[in-house]
């Protein structure tokens, strides 16, 4: 058990829907990653909070957004739903902003299907 | 731009024996870290070995150890002893430059290894 919790673990929608993923990071860690894994893609970064502000994005389309509660919290909302973003959704989380030799311990993931 | 190269799509080992997973990576950074982690068909990733780029001694932890050969740019997974439950797929990532700002992990495309009774 990495300490990282991700909800739902599975979500089933349909295209143009829009849904939201949560995750809370281990005890003590200020930093969130969300990444996306896909067959086509792997696993890509999409972005990353650290202590409630955002750090960096990567490969995160506009439909997408997320934020970072007081609590640490995070959440990743996905919008107008489309087939390619069935995908498995990764939260990781880390110490500090996530340099020197912090692993990122990742959740469970949610498994996101769009019919 | 970094990169990490994993050349092996899958591999097989028997019980018992010991295996090495090959990644190599390229960056321009002189200070970087190197990361493997497990997914079990379950789906989960878990973290198994890290290695920094000034860290003279190679990782261990446990059965797994980080062959890392600065100059060659590579960072092979050795799991020694091999378990059934060893059979997963099992990725290198590399912490992402620091211009950026941020401390992605770049992953490569993986390896599937499975270990045969």
Same mark, same amino acid.
């Given at each position: 058990?990495?300490? %990282?919790?991700?909800?739902?673990?599975?979500?089933?929608?349909?295209?143009?829907?829009? %849904?939201?993923?949560?995750?809370?990071?281990? *005890? #003590?860690?200020?930093? %969130?990653?969300?990444?996306?894994?896909?067959?086509?893609?792997?696993? =890509? +970064?999409?972005? =990353?909070?650290?202590? #409630?502000?955002?750090?960096?994005?990567?490969?995160?389309?506009?439909? +997408? *957004?997320?934020? =970072? +509660?007081?609590?640490?919290? *995070?959440?990743?909302?996905?919008?107008?739903?489309?087939? #390619?973003?069935?995908?498995?959704? +990764?939260?990781?989380? *880390?110490?500090?902003? #996530?340099?020197?030799?912090?692993? =990122?311990?990742?959740?469970?993931?949610?498994?996101?299907?769009?019919? | 731009?970094? !990169?990490? /190269?994993? /050349?092996?799509?899958?591999?097989?080992?028997?019980? !018992?024996?010991?295996?090495?997973?090959?990644? /190599?990576?390229?960056?321009?950074?002189?200070?970087?870290?190197?990361?493997?982690? @497990?997914?079990?068909?379950?789906?989960?990733?878990?973290?198994?070995?890290?290695?920094?780029?000034?860290?003279?001694?190679?990782? /261990?932890?446990?059965?797994?150890?980080?062959?890392?050969? @600065?100059?060659? !740019?590579?960072?092979?997974?050795?799991?020694?002893?091999?378990?059934?439950?060893?059979?997963?797929?099992?990725?290198?990532?590399?912490?992402?430059?620091?211009?950026?700002?941020?401390? @992605?992990?770049?992953?490569?495309?993986?390896?599937?290894?499975?270990?045969?009774?």
């Amino acid at each position: 058990d990495s300490g %990282v919790t991700q909800t739902p673990k599975h979500l089933i929608t349909a295209t143009g829907q829009r %849904v939201t993923l949560r995750c809370s990071p281990r *005890s #003590g860690d200020l930093s %969130v990653y969300w990444y996306q894994q896909s067959l086509d893609q792997g696993l =890509q +970064f999409l972005i =990353q909070y650290y202590n #409630g502000e955002e750090r960096a994005k990567g490969n995160i389309l506009e439909r +997408f *957004s997320a934020q =970072q +509660f007081p609590d640490l919290h *995070s959440e990743l909302n996905l919008s107008s739903l489309e087939l #390619g973003d069935s995908a498995l959704y +990764f939260c990781a989380s *880390s110490v500090g902003a #996530g340099g020197s030799n912090q692993p =990122q311990h990742f959740g469970d993931g949610t498994r996101l299907s769009i019919l | 731009a970094q !990169k990490i /190269t994993q /050349t092996q799509p899958g591999m097989f080992v028997q019980e !018992k024996e010991a295996v090495t997973l090959d990644c /190599t990576y390229d960056t321009s950074d002189q200070s970087y870290g190197l990361f493997w982690y @497990k997914q079990p068909s379950s789906g989960e990733m878990i973290f198994l070995i890290y290695q920094g780029s000034y860290d003279e001694q190679n990782a /261990t932890e446990g059965r797994y150890s980080l062959n890392f050969q @600065k100059a060659r !740019k590579s960072a092979n997974l050795v799991i020694s002893a091999s378990q059934l439950g060893d059979s997963a797929m099992y990725f290198c990532a590399m912490r992402g430059p620091r211009m950026d700002s941020s401390y @992605k992990l770049i992953f490569g495309s993986g390896t599937r290894l499975l270990v045969r009774p």
